[in-house]
């Protein structure tokens, strides 16, 4: 069985950096560090648990009030500025780990309430990131992937497009099309900025491609995890049986019997020892299969 793995895959910058902000941060203030993360840093269990030996925690986002005292901080993902006021007030210290890729979003939106535009988000309504980028836009934003939750709104004067940065392009493509065919000539201006991040893109590219050669397909990421949701989607799409899991106990050597090709991609927040734990245990699922042909 030939093991193949996509081009791109795993940690992205964003990512990576969050991970080492709180890393260094962590180390430097000792064997008690105090600091707790609003959420998960990113979505993937090998990551919070690694965060835990650090002794970094981590509080609900709709648990501020559990933070007592020392570093809170943000995620990848971002957060209004509602939630940043908040920390200040309890006098938290304030480290910010959101992915500049998200901040530049953020700016975008609320650039664009500010010129007179109603903005719409492609996006999650219910993911972190997608809160945050309302949350700097203001109340008057929607965020959405339903086109059948806003087709009947009124037109108003200006209307403004962003995407959460692990959207599918094509879906974002599709959505920007039935807005525009629902309100353009209604409106006055439509303005729409792709703010699907190039990691992303390049993530599920490599994956599209690898799957059009493949049989089966593993997919590496937390159960959380958008933009892993996403590359199984996109796998599935071109056909290939696909798998997704968190790591190499998951796997089950029934998936791969007859199979000649399995292709492996991971997302942006898996890290490469988990990569690595999958490959290696596809491996070994391979040679017992070897060993078990020979024998018959």
Same mark, same amino acid.
């Given at each position: 069985?030939?093991i193949?793995l996509a081009?791109e895959?795993?940690?992205?910058?964003?990512?990576?950096?969050?991970?080492?902000?709180?890393?260094k941060e962590a180390e430097?203030r000792?064997?008690?560090?105090?600091? @707790?993360t609003?959420?998960q840093l990113v979505?993937?269990?090998?990551?919070?648990?690694?965060?835990?030996k650090?002794g970094?925690k981590?509080v609900?986002?709709r648990?501020?009030e559990?933070v007592q005292g020392?570093?809170i901080?943000?995620?990848?993902?971002?957060?209004?500025?509602?939630?940043i006021? &908040?920390?200040?007030?309890r006098?938290?210290e304030i480290?910010?780990?959101?992915c500049?890729l998200?901040?530049?979003i =953020?700016r975008s939106?609320?650039?664009?309430?500010e010129?007179?535009?109603?903005?719409?988000?492609?996006?999650?309504?219910?993911?972190?990131?997608v809160?945050s980028i309302v949350?700097?836009a203001g109340?008057?934003?929607v965020?959405t992937?339903d086109?059948e939750e806003i087709k009947?709104?009124k037109?108003p004067k200006?209307?403004?497009i962003v995407?959460?940065?692990? =959207?599918i392009l &094509?879906h974002?493509?599709?959505?920007?099309a039935?807005?525009?065919d =629902?309100f353009?000539?209604k409106?006055k201006?439509?303005?729409?900025?792709? @703010?699907?991040?190039?990691?992303t893109t390049h993530?599920?590219?490599?994956?599209?491609?690898?799957?059009?050669?493949?049989?089966?397909?593993?997919?590496i990421?937390?159960?959380k995890?958008?933009n892993?949701?996403?590359l199984?989607d996109?796998?599935e799409a071109?056909g290939a049986?696909t798998y997704k899991?968190?790591?190499?106990?998951?796997?089950?050597?029934?998936?791969f019997e007859?199979?000649?090709?399995?292709g492996v991609?991971?997302?942006?927040s898996?890290?490469?020892?988990?990569?690595?734990?999958?490959?290696?245990?596809l491996?070994?699922?391979?040679?017992l299969k =070897?060993?078990?042909?020979?024998?018959?």
């Amino acid at each position: 069985m030939e093991i193949k793995l996509a081009r791109e895959m795993g940690f992205c910058f964003g990512v990576r950096k969050a991970i080492q902000l709180v890393e260094k941060e962590a180390e430097g203030r000792g064997v008690s560090p105090n600091i @707790t993360t609003f959420g998960q840093l990113v979505h993937n269990p090998v990551v919070v648990n690694h965060m835990e030996k650090l002794g970094v925690k981590n509080v609900d986002t709709r648990e501020m009030e559990q933070v007592q005292g020392g570093m809170i901080a943000f995620t990848a993902h971002g957060v209004a500025p509602q939630v940043i006021d &908040e920390a200040r007030s309890r006098g938290l210290e304030i480290l910010d780990a959101t992915c500049p890729l998200v901040t530049l979003i =953020q700016r975008s939106a609320r650039e664009m309430v500010e010129e007179g535009f109603k903005v719409i988000v492609y996006g999650d309504k219910n993911h972190p990131e997608v809160k945050s980028i309302v949350g700097w836009a203001g109340k008057d934003t929607v965020a959405t992937m339903d086109f059948e939750e806003i087709k009947d709104m009124k037109p108003p004067k200006r209307l403004g497009i962003v995407s959460q940065s692990t =959207q599918i392009l &094509e879906h974002f493509k599709h959505f920007v099309a039935e807005v525009n065919d =629902q309100f353009l000539g209604k409106t006055k201006e439509i303005k729409v900025h792709n @703010t699907i991040c190039a990691p992303t893109t390049h993530l599920q590219t490599s994956a599209q491609e690898l799957a059009q050669e493949c049989e089966v397909m593993v997919v590496i990421g937390g159960k959380k995890s958008a933009n892993t949701a996403h590359l199984r989607d996109i796998c599935e799409a071109e056909g290939a049986r696909t798998y997704k899991i968190e790591g190499p106990d998951e796997l089950d050597p029934a998936w791969f019997e007859g199979v000649a090709s399995v292709g492996v991609t991971a997302g942006a927040s898996t890290p490469d020892e988990s990569i690595e734990a999958v490959v290696a245990r596809l491996k070994a699922i391979d040679l017992l299969k =070897q060993v078990q042909e020979s024998k018959n």
